[in-house]
């Protein structure tokens, strides 16, 4: 098998959906676990967001120019 | 390049500046805890920029322009796909228990998972590798002194331990960390000159791509075929998106250690996701020069060496003013990489091999200062080493090549430590040395890197659980608070690991 003619689509497919199952791993995260530590409780500070967010921009990215 | 008048003037102003500015923080350094981990003090935005500081050396600047002058935009894999990821799991499941376990090195906290012997064989090989990278480090920044200022090149790398030395040796993590900050600063400033000239040069992106795709149609693809000698998109993604990356963020002892000196649990999570802000935008500083240069380079024999891509940027489309900034943000690039290896190593020496080997029991102004002797040790071994490494233009490689035998199987053992709570001391042993073997059979062979990475990676996980389940499990009391589902789940574990954070305040 001509390893080298598995069309990049599916580098592209399977970053992507790394991509999305990172993001769905960080939204799973307790609330608590989260705000750990935090001053306050603002929406700002949830690093599960600033994760989604990540991961939507590298989507974008990869999904442009990913082969 | 054409360094002269206003140019030198600001390049000799950033070279003074930068260790006074360093040396103000001494005013906050009292105990180890200070020297070491700035005192658990520092907030979140300042981690996060001395995260990307101390990650992009000048070697990044000249070897990633290089890749994208040879292969394009496949090189920004190093920076996305082969970091973001990973800056998240890092961010949400390695900083966390190492913030928490109040350890300062990545051995250490192995040594409280694993066992004395896991600690110390990581404890040595980190010491090994950042010590020959720092005679490396003070080698290429005396060359570009020398290069482009004319300097005498002994007294250029003199002149850089002097600044280097000052700030880390008085000020410790915090002056580190906060000169990184600025470094940083610098490095945006001077990557946003260089692309704002270039695509005007070139009538922006669009320009860019039409100048180069005709001769060059993969060099704005972020995959490659997978028989591309280089960067096989199946090694990209299983070596360098799911082993090197992650090793590298979660377990490198210069990118760990600022995060455990975050003054909260929220901070040390925030300023790794953070920085991956910061890092998405790093291939505009270190990979659009690289295609800068193939577009806008008439006469190929002037970039004989690909490295030489960002230089002849520098030479040739900068004006004269804003030379000496990209050029003071090249130094900036150095330093803040320099600066962050000198003060792990210190912690390491200090931490994992006299204060477990030697003197146990100091008072912590005796750890304190021996911090300082052995940082001030380093520089001096850093000026002494550099010559050599120009007498062996392989050791470079060399180091990269040791790296990348411990890479996968460190990943291995702090992973399945963190994650999988029947993981023991014999397990953590026989994966870690079982890995590196395993590492340097597989680079014997001829195999890719990246795919060395990868399967020493997981022939070191195999050989981890095989093992700790033939052997006698860890009790639950030694391994409280270290392992995640732990945490995550158990209140009295949160409970535990709460005192102890504010017992160790």
């Known amino acids: 098998m001509d390893l080298s003619k598995i069309p990049l689509f599916w580098a592209v497919i399977i970053t992507g959906i790394i ?49 | 390049m054409g360094i002269g008048g206003y140019d030198l003037v600001i390049v000799i102003a950033y070279l003074a500046a930068i260790p006074l500015f360093g040396v103000f923080f001494k005013r906050y350094v009292h105990t180890g805890e200070d020297y070491f981990l700035a005192g658990r003090m520092l907030p979140f935005w300042v981690i996060a920029m001395s995260l990307i500081g101390t990650n992009i050396g000048a070697y990044d600047y000249m070897g990633a322009a290089g890749g994208a002058y040879r292969f394009g935009i496949v090189q920004a894999n190093y920076e996305w ?281 100091a008072s912590d102004r005796h750890y304190l200062l021996l911090g300082r002797v052995i940082t001030v040790i380093l520089v001096c071994w850093g000026v002494v080493f550099a010559p050599v490494t120009n007498k062996f233009p392989g050791i470079y490689v060399a180091m990269q090549t040791l790296l990348s035998y411990f890479q996968g199987p460190t990943l291995a053992t702090v992973l399945l430590g963190i994650i999988w709570s029947r993981a023991n001391r014999w397990g953590g042993l026989v994966g870690l040395a079982g890995g590196v073997g395993i590492s340097i059979g597989l680079t014997l062979s001829g195999m890719n890197f990246l795919y060395v990475a990868w399967w020493s990676f997981v022939g070191s996980i195999v050989l981890n659980v095989v093992v700790s389940l033939f052997t006698k499990p860890e009790p639950l009391e030694k391994i409280q608070g270290l392992v995640y589902g732990l945490v995550v789940k158990e209140s009295s574990t949160q409970e535990l690991l709460r005192k102890r954070v504010e017992g160790g305040k």
């Open chain 1, 19 to 67: 991509f999305v199952g990172i993001a769905i791993w960080a939204v799973l995260h307790p609330r608590k676990y989260i705000y750990e530590g935090a001053e306050t409780k603002a929406r700002w500070r949830d690093v599960r967001i600033w994760a989604v967010l990540l991961m939507a921009i590298q989507l974008a990215i990869y999904a442009v120019w990913g082969g």
């Open chain 2, 81 to 361: 796909l082969g970091a973001i990821p990973a800056m998240i799991f890092a961010s949400l499941l390695f900083i966390p228990f190492y913030w928490k376990s109040g350890v300062y090195t990545v051995p250490e906290f192995l040594g409280k998972r694993y066992s004395t012997a896991v600690r110390t064989i990581e404890a040595v090989l980190w010491t090994l590798f950042l010590a020959c990278t720092l005679g490396i480090f003070f080698w290429a920044s005396g060359l570009m002194l020398h290069t482009y200022l004319g300097w005498p090149l002994q007294l250029s790398i003199i002149l850089i331990a002097i600044i280097v030395g000052v700030y880390t040796v008085t000020g410790g993590l915090a002056a580190v960390a906060m000169t990184d900050v600025v470094q940083m600063l610098m490095m945006l400033v001077g990557g946003l000159a260089v692309m704002i000239i270039g695509f005007n040069l070139t009538h922006g992106w669009s320009g860019l791509v039409s100048m180069i795709k005709p001769m060059h149609p993969q060099h704005f693809q972020l995959f490659l075929p997978l028989n591309h000698p280089q960067y096989p998109w199946l090694g990209i993604l299983f070596g360098l998106g799911l082993v090197m990356s992650p090793a590298w963020w979660c377990c490198h002892q210069a990118i760990i250690q600022r995060t455990l000196g975050a003054r909260s649990a929220w901070d040390a999570k925030a300023s790794m996701m953070g920085a991956g802000f910061l890092k998405t935008l790093v291939p505009l500083l270190v990979v659009l020069p690289g295609l800068f240069a193939l577009a806008l380079c008439k006469d190929p024999s002037q970039i004989p060496n690909p490295d030489q891509a960002f230089p002849w940027v520098m030479r040739n489309l900068l004006p004269a003013g804003l030379s000496g900034l990209v050029f003071a943000s090249f130094i900036a690039a150095l330093l803040s990489t320099m600066d962050s290896t000198i003060n792990s190593t210190a912690t390491i020496l200090t931490r994992d091999i006299y204060q477990k080997f030697i003197r146990k029991e």
